[in-house]
Every structure is written in structure tokens, then in C-alpha cells.
């Protein structure tokens, strides 16, 4: 359990402080008084350091992170490494070639192809063994993705005991059984539980108990081995539970894959992902042990475990439940792109409208994401909230005479007149929408109340491309522009007196 200096640095580094995520990433990867060795954590952690220009953590990425991890980072992991190799360090180089060279192809990796080249050349200068090898091999014609001939931990070397290597030298899983399970795992899962089952049960038989007798041992598994446990468990999770399953999942979990940590976490909470109560789990639910795992997986990206957060913090059988805590971690989940965390984010905010004006636009920003999502709730209450833009009867005649005489003449009466088609506006809103505060990027917000008391305060979504260009074209003419009563285009009469002026006396009389 994370002391009390642990438990500041843990808050200031989720409030953004660059020197507490250095701190918390530096616990993660080295291990702390109250915090367990997780390398994938330690790397979200510098990561986040090093965007605010913590030089400390590029530099610990590159010495430290090895490729098993950071290929789950791509493509933001790149840079990182690149900035390590340009500084010296000759393990980022590897890393680097590895990423760029064995990982997907994408356009920042294509770009990379030659720099990565000469990082595993200079790193196999360098004397690094795994470089020298996979230079050898790339030079023979033989693909780069066959593992090298000594299996490497994703703890640092600093970390590493005779004891641990001893162990993982009597359990490693051979190149021939990796590359046989992970075609099985691509093709037939029936088949690869077969074929794994013996290489589990010998891996299993060797192992603590849990991840609490790990964590005071001297077990320390591969990434091939959280590989082998984290699938093994995904698939013994769909048979009935047992106990081989839960080994398998808190071993997964101890050794850093963030899918069994989210499993292990609804698994203490006795809950599904909706949060939901679930038969299966443990005897007692053990919400303090569910926060543990759900925070690290969710630390990870996973924003499933976010979400299962925000249930926890707010049953009401929590001892410490709190509906702030809830809503942090439900917004969280959110951005990560959780369409049921923005639709609950979105109705929180139109609950809201009363006593804060802006929610609606709150809501209608998570509905859009939920609905882009496919969920048919939030397509539902996006309906009900926000306006569709419909065709204006006073502009469909009007339309058809913006010529290039009034773009000229008249270039800011134009654009309003363009806002109006788009939008669906009437002939007040077109004139006096303040049109830089109108655009909220997802939706424009109408609001004339202050000059036409007759109005009512509405939001139009901004659904497609061309109206999104359309919008930010008409904002940069307006944003040197005073658009108030007293600025260039006047009041509300002198508006509607010039546009009354320029329209030909057929469309005056209508």
C-alpha cells in the first residue's frame, strides 16, 4: 500500500504536476516502498512528464523501457526513444530500430526508416548483443520479428536478482512454443488453450500463489509469460471459474498487462463493466483491492476501468463513497472515449442546465461523441436537446442573389446571410449572432436575448465538413470586427436597414 509522501505525489501528478508524474513514473519503474515494480505504468507516467519537458523522463524511457512495452505506446513512444538515441543513449537506439522496424507500418514510422537503420547499427557498435543479432539477421534476409536467442525482462537490469534469473532460466517458453501459440492465438482459441495448457500448469507450478506472495518473492515473469497467463485467463474466464483462472489472472495482472488488472479489479468488486452486480467474484467484495487494480489498469488507457471507477465511488455499501470522485473518474473515462461514460456525462450536464447556463453545451458535446459511437440513447436525447438546422424561409429567394458584387461591397452582411443558410437562422438571429462567441467548435450556440427579447436561447450542432469550414471562415472575418451595437455594422436597425437597402424590390416586398 503507497505511504503518505507516495499518496502526494500519485495526487499531483493526476492533477498534472510534470514533477510528480517524474516522481511516480521513477516509483513504477524502479519499485517503491508501497508501490509495485509496473513498467507499462512507469512509461505512461514519463511519458506524461516528459510532454511537459522533464528531460529526466525521455531519457529514463530510453534506458529503461524495453520494446515489449513500449510497442503498445506507438505512435507516441517514437519520439521519445528518437530524442534518447539523438542524446547518446545507445539502448534507446535499439528500442527505436526495433519500433520502427518490427512494428506496424505507419507514416511516422516510414519517415523513421532510415534513422532507425543507423540506431541498430551504431547500437550494435555499441556492443549490445540483441542489436548484434538482429543486424545479423537483417543482413541475412531473415525477418526481424523472430525473438533473439536470450529472453529479456521488462524490469530494468538495475532491478534484476540472481534469484529471479535463475528461475526464469528453468521456465522461459522457447521461440518455437511463442511463435506456434501466437499463430494458434490468431486462428483457433480452442486450440491454443490446448496447446498452452502444459507450458500454463508448468509456468503455474513454479509461481506464488497470488500477486500479494509475488510481490515479496523473487518471481518475476517475461513478457512472454504475462502473455501466455493474460490470454490463458481470457479464455478460462468463459468456462466456469476456478482456480487455476484466478492464479492466472492475478500473476497477469502482477506482471503488468492491463486487460487481467481490469479483469482482477471487476473480479474484487464483484461487478460487470456497467457495474452491475455479479454472482461470480470473490466471497466479500474488497473494493479497497478493486480501486488498486482498476487505478492501475486504467493508468494503462484502458478507459473501461475508469468507467468501473466512477460505479465503485458511487454504491452506496462504499464506505468512501464520494459522487465527486465518481464524476472525475466518469469524465475520464469519457475522454478516453467510453460512449457510456459520455452519455452519462452528457445527461449530468443537461440535468445541470438550470443552475449552469453553459451545461448544455456540455451535453451536447458528450451526446455527440456517445452517438458517434452508435449509442441510439444518445442519438435519442441529442434529438431533444439540440435544434437540427432547418431551411429558412426568408433566406430561400435571398440565397440565390449573393453575388460577387455583395461579397465586395458588403462582405460581412454576406457572411451572416451564409450563416443564415447553413444554419437554419432567422433574420434577427442572422443579424445580430455574435458570431465569435457563437462557435463552440461542436455547436454553434444562438443566443440573441440581450438585443431581441423575443428570442429563445438554442444550439444548432455542426454535423458536416463543409459546415465546419464554412464557420471557421466566417469567424476569422469577424475577428478583428466589433460586432456590437456600437461597432462597425451598428445596432439592430442600422443592420436591418442595410440589408433591406441592398435587397431588390421584389425580395423587399415579400
Not at 508501490?35 to 528531460?55: F, G, I, K, Y
Not at 513500449?70 to 527505436?96: E, F, M, T
Not at 461487478?271 to 479497497?288: E, L, T
Request: charged fraction near 25%; aromatic fraction near 6%.
Amino acid at each position: 500500500m503507497a505511504n503518505r509522501e507516495e499518496l502526494g505525489i500519485i495526487r499531483g501528478a493526476r492533477a498534472g504536476d510534470a514533477g510528480c508524474q517524474l516522481a511516480l513514473g521513477k516509483l513504477y519503474l524502479f519499485g517503491g516502498a508501497g508501490l509495485p515494480l509496473n513498467v507499462p505504468t512507469a512509461l505512461h507516467w514519463l511519458s506524461r512528464a516528459a510532454q511537459q519537458e522533464q528531460d529526466e523522463a525521455w531519457q529514463l524511457i530510453g534506458s529503461h523501457i524495453p520494446f515489449e512495452i513500449a510497442q503498445h505506446s506507438l505512435p507516441d513512444a517514437l519520439r521519445w526513444y528518437q530524442r534518447a538515441y539523438d542524446a547518446g543513449i545507445a539502448q534507446a537506439g535499439l528500442v527505436l530500430a526495433q519500433l520502427v522496424l518490427q512494428g506496424p507500418a505507419s507514416p511516422e514510422s516510414t519517415a523513421l526508416r532510415p534513422k532507425a537503420q543507423q540506431a541498430l547499427e551504431a547500437a550494435a557498435r555499441a556492443g549490445l548483443p540483441e542489436a548484434q543479432w538482429l543486424l545479423a539477421n537483417r543482413a541475412g534476409g531473415l525477418p526481424l520479428s523472430a525473438p533473439p536467442p536470450v529472453q529479456r525482462s521488462a524490469r530494468p537490469l538495475a532491478a534484476r536478482r540472481p534469484a529471479q534469473q535463475a528461475w526464469r532460466a528453468d521456465n522461459v517458453i522457447s521461440s518455437e512454443d511463442e511463435a506456434r501459440l501466437e499463430q494458434l492465438w490468431q486462428q483457433d482459441h480452442t486450440a491454443f488453450l490446448a496447446q498452452a495448457r502444459p507450458l500454463l500448469r508448468r509456468l503455474l507450478a513454479g509461481a506464488p500463489a497470488d500477486a500479494e506472495a509475488a510481490r515479496n518473492g523473487d518471481w518475476l515473469p517475461g513478457p512472454p509469460q504475462v502473455l501466455l497467463l493474460a490470454r490463458c485467463a481470457e479464455l478460462l474466464a468463459a468456462a466456469e471459474p476456478d482456480a487455476e483462472l484466478q492464479q492466472c489472472r492475478e500473476l497477469a495482472a502482477y506482471g503488468g498487462d492491463r486487460n487481467a488488472q481490469l479483469a482482477l479489479g471487476l473480479w474484487f468488486a464483484r461487478m460487470d463493466g456497467d457495474g452491475k452486480r455479479q454472482s461470480h467474484g470473490i466471497a466479500a467484495v474488497n473494493f479497497k483491492r478493486a480501486i488498486r487494480w482498476l487505478t492501475l489498469a486504467g493508468e494503462q488507457g484502458l478507459a473501461e476501468a475508469w468507467f468501473a471507477l466512477s460505479r465503485i465511488y458511487l454504491k452506496p455499501e462504499f464506505s468512501q463513497r464520494c459522487v465527486a470522485e465518481a464524476q472525475s473518474y466518469l469524465e475520464r473515462a469519457a475522454e478516453m472515449g467510453h460512449s457510456g461514460a459520455q452519455l452519462e456525462c452528457g445527461m449530468y450536464a443537461w440535468r445541470n442546465r438550470r443552475t449552469d447556463e453553459h451545461s448544455d453545451i456540455r451535453a451536447a458535446y458528450w451526446l455527440q461523441k456517445a452517438a458517434a459511437q452508435g449509442c441510439k440513447e444518445a442519438e435519442t436525447a441529442l434529438a431533444r436537446i439540440v435544434a437540427s438546422p432547418k431551411e429558412a424561409d426568408w433566406m430561400t429567394d435571398i440565397v440565390t442573389c449573393l453575388t460577387r458584387e455583395l461579397l465586395e461591397s458588403q462582405p460581412l452582411l454576406a457572411a451572416r446571410l451564409e450563416l443564415a443558410a447553413l444554419f437554419g437562422l432567422s433574420r434577427a438571429e442572422a443579424l445580430l449572432l455574435d458570431v465569435k462567441a457563437a462557435d463552440q467548435g461542436h455547436c454553434l450556440v444562438v443566443d440573441i436575448r440581450a438585443s431581441y427579447g423575443r428570442s429563445k436561447r438554442r444550439l444548432v450542432l455542426l454535423r458536416t465538413a463543409r459546415e465546419r469550414q464554412a464557420l471557421d471562415r466566417i469567424v476569422r472575418l469577424f475577428e478583428s470586427i466589433d460586432s456590437g451595437p456600437d461597432g462597425l455594422e451598428g445596432n439592430y436597425r442600422q443592420r436591418l436597414y442595410r440589408l433591406k437597402t441592398w435587397l431588390p424590390d421584389d425580395l423587399l416586398a415579400a
